[in-house]
């Protein structure tokens, strides 16, 4: 039933565009992307509570988002959740239709805008995609039957540019062993960097949907003054093309950046699709796919 | 040890405010080491709220007794005496010996006036880090002698999350990634072949609190507890 598993089985290079839940409950902004690009776009990418900031629950959003028309791929998170309530909330996914699932540690409380909640990690990703290999196979983490198993296509977070790069290797492995049917990079903008990772670290037959991302100008500014704190880089050749100009000139170079990193991916059979995160909008989205040419 | 450290002394105050004679009980191991609730500590808190006390014009008596240890029944039953002419006791012990000797002194309200950290390490005076988080399972052996429930701020026991930046925590970049740690410290031991099993899920049922334990030796001392 999942066209993603599907496209990816074909050898399809799907697109997967990320949406942004709200902070509230107005939820038309956050389905424009699944409204406008439908067709074009194979599954919507649904954040949960993003850089552990509150926002309305991806399960909600997942189903809206089919409702609206498209097929989500539903992010899930250690942070938020004891094993009860993940695996309660994957078999609510199953129920409501919701199929392809990334499944991460998820970013710590301190990030977000809740930083003196508990943070929960009972499982680790890499638990996470052994309990829901477990409920596929009709069994709760507990070894409890279950009526009627659920099925899922279950992706994970591989991490290209992490350094030091064995440990990462390390979780890659056990992530694969644990049972993931793809993967969904870091955010890509050093092209050499990745690919590197894709020859030297990625088997033959996993699947890789390479997230590519639109900067804001504040993001690029940060680059540039060597500030950025985060797991990919962002070359000086892609920094100064992104920077100057006002915020929305620089998310536009962005989109034509990403979609022309996509279609070199694409050429050189570096990916098998793209993850991308474009604000959550439909006109950034839309410039990348008129970039990528898909 | 237990690390501790002192609350602001405005909380102390007002918690004995409404008191009259207060004793104020310290505790000579751990959280003496740490600075935060020995003798010493004991004698500065006393000479703190006796000035406060003198300003505010209120009277009454403060006492000082310190204790080898306030979580061993045998060192604190003698403090019920001492007690006696006191309206009310500051411990200034962790949380277990404050809750011990307000055990024993039943019918007298006791005051805790430290906030309890962590179990950590002394690494030089009054520098003091987290290393246990005392979760009934350790992991130790296989990850090369550094706790991934506690120096990984995510607790994960399977490898990094995708946080690490250069080597250093998502959290903290002032802090190594304990993961990084522990590969590091495995693949120079040529041990790495220990950590690809991939590690079950905690058994939290272990650590429901509060928890108890019994040495071999007392099992049917304390057959009840079985
Ligand atoms: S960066 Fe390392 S220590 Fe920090 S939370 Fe992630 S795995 Fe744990």
Same mark, same amino acid.
């Given at each position: 039933?999942?066209?993603l598993?599907?496209a990816l $089985?074909?050898g399809g290079f799907p697109l997967v ?25 194979t599954a ?29 791929l ?7 959740? %004891? ?16 199929? %392809? ?30 309990? $829901? ?49 793809f993967f969904v ?22 699947k890789i949907l390479a997230c590519l ?9 940060? $680059? ?38 996509a279609?070199?991916l694409r050429?050189?059979?570096?990916a098998d699709g793209v993850y991308l ?8 989205? $839309? ?7 898909f | 040890?237990? /690390?501790?450290?002192?609350? @602001?002394? =405005?909380? #102390? ?27 010493? &500590? ?11 006390? !003198? ?9 000082? /007794? ?11 039953? @003698? ?6 002419? *006191? ?18 002194? =039943?019918?007298? @309200?006791?005051?805790?006036?430290? !906030? ?5 390490? !002394?690494?030089?005076?009054?520098? *003091? ?9 350790? *992991?130790?052996? /296989?990850?090369?002698? #550094? ?10 026991? !399977? ?16 802090? @190594?990634?304990?993961?990084?740690? /522990? ?11 220990? #950590? &690809?099993? #991939? ?22 001392? *304390?057959?009840?507890?079985?």
């Amino acid at each position: 039933m999942s066209k993603l598993k599907d496209a990816l $089985a074909a050898g399809g290079f799907p697109l997967v565009v990320e949406v942004k839940p709200p902070k509230g409950v107005e939820v038309a902004g956050m389905l424009a992307p699944v409204t406008g690009l439908n067709g074009q776009v194979t599954a919507f990418g649904v954040p949960d509570n993003e850089h552990a900031r509150m926002r309305l629950s991806a399960l909600a959003a997942a189903r809206l988002v089919q409702e609206a028309g498209g097929e989500p791929l539903m992010l899930l998170t250690c942070r938020d959740r %004891n094993r009860l309530a993940l695996e309660s909330d994957l078999l609510g996914a199953a129920a409501l239709g919701v199929e %392809n699932l990334l499944l991460l540690s998820g970013d710590y409380v301190h990030q977000g805008d809740h930083p003196d909640a508990k943070p929960v990690y009972d499982a680790d990703s890499v638990q996470l995609l052994q309990l $829901a290999r477990e409920l596929m196979a009709g069994r709760d983490s507990a070894g409890n039957p279950l009526k009627g198993a659920p099925t899922f296509f279950l992706g994970a977070v591989v991490i290209p540019e992490a350094q030091p790069l064995g440990p990462q290797r390390l979780k890659f492995r056990k992530k694969m062993e644990a049972g993931a049917d793809f993967f969904v990079t870091a955010p890509i903008f050093d092209l050499d960097r990745y690919r590197a990772f894709r020859r030297e670290v990625v088997p033959d037959g996993v699947k890789i949907l390479a997230c590519l991302k639109v900067s804001s100008a504040e993001e690029v500014e940060k $680059a540039a003054r060597g500030e950025l704190r985060k797991v990919y880089t962002l070359p000086p050749a892609v920094i100064q093309e992104l920077s100057g100009g006002d915020p929305e000139e620089v998310l536009a170079k962005g989109a034509a950046l990403a979609g022309r990193l996509a279609r070199q991916l694409r050429s050189e059979k570096l990916a098998d699709g793209v993850y991308l995160k474009a604000k959550g909008r439909a006109d950034l989205a $839309a410039a990348f796919l008129q970039a990528a040419g898909f | 040890m237990i /690390i501790a450290e002192r609350k @602001p002394f =405005k909380e #102390i105050q007002e918690m004995v405010a409404p008191y009259g004679n207060v004793l104020i009980v310290g505790c000579g191991t751990c959280v003496a080491v740490c600075l935060a609730g020995g003798e010493k &500590e004991v004698g500065l808190l006393a000479a703190q709220l006796k000035l406060a006390r !003198n300003l505010a014009g209120q009277a009454g008596r403060l006492g000082e /007794i310190t204790v080898e240890r306030q979580c061993d029944r045998e060192f604190i039953e @003698p403090l019920q005496e001492s007690a006696a002419d *006191y309206e009310a006791v500051i411990s200034t012990a962790c949380g277990a010996g404050v809750q011990f000797l307000a055990a024993l002194l =039943k019918e007298k @309200p006791v005051f805790p006036a430290l !906030n309890t950290t962590f179990i950590g390490v !002394n690494e030089a005076a009054g520098h *003091y880090t987290e290393r246990c988080r005392s979760c009934h399972q350790c *992991y130790l052996g /296989i990850t090369g002698g #550094i706790c991934p429930v506690t120096m990984c701020t995510k607790g994960l026991l !399977n490898g990094p999350c995708g946080g690490t930046v250069a080597g250093k925590c998502e959290v903290d970049p002032e802090r @190594p990634c304990a993961w990084c740690e /522990i590969y590091e410290r495995l693949e120079s031991q040529g041990r790495l072949g220990q #950590i &690809e099993a #991939i590690l079950p899920l905690h058994p939290h049922s272990r650590t429901t609190s509060p928890g108890t334990v019994i040495h071999p030796a007392y099992l049917r001392r *304390y057959a009840a507890h079985e």
